[in-house]
Structure formats: C-alpha cells, structure tokens
C-alpha cells in the first residue's frame, strides 16, 4: 500500500516535469521564431 502511493508520486512529479518541459520548448521555439521571423528554420534545423 504505502509503496503504491509513493510511486503514484513518483508519477505524478513525472507527469509535472514533462509538462513544464514541454511548455518551456514551445516558450523557447516562438521565442526564437519572433526573433528570426518564422517558426519553419529552427524546427528544421533542431531535427
């Protein structure tokens, strides 16, 4: 029992960190598309 709830947590924290990952790129690439005029070149040159 008690394992299950700490590895919810676990989860959970995982859940987070994903989500502020994503939410960081997408600030981070329109960033960048404002500063060069068009989103198209970095996600390009970023695969």
């Known amino acids: 029992m008690?394992?299950?709830i700490k590895s919810s947590k676990?989860?959970?924290l995982i859940l987070w960190i994903a989500i502020?990952?994503?939410l960081?790129?997408?600030?981070v690439i329109y960033g960048l598309?404002?500063?060069t005029g068009g989103v198209q070149p970095y996600?390009?040159?970023s695969f």
């Open 2 to 4: 008690v394992s299950k």
């Open 10 to 12: 676990i989860l959970q």
């Open 20 to 22: 502020f990952y994503v």
């Open 24 to 27: 960081i790129m997408i600030l």
């Open 33 to 35: 598309a404002k500063d």
């Open 43 to 45: 996600i390009y040159s």
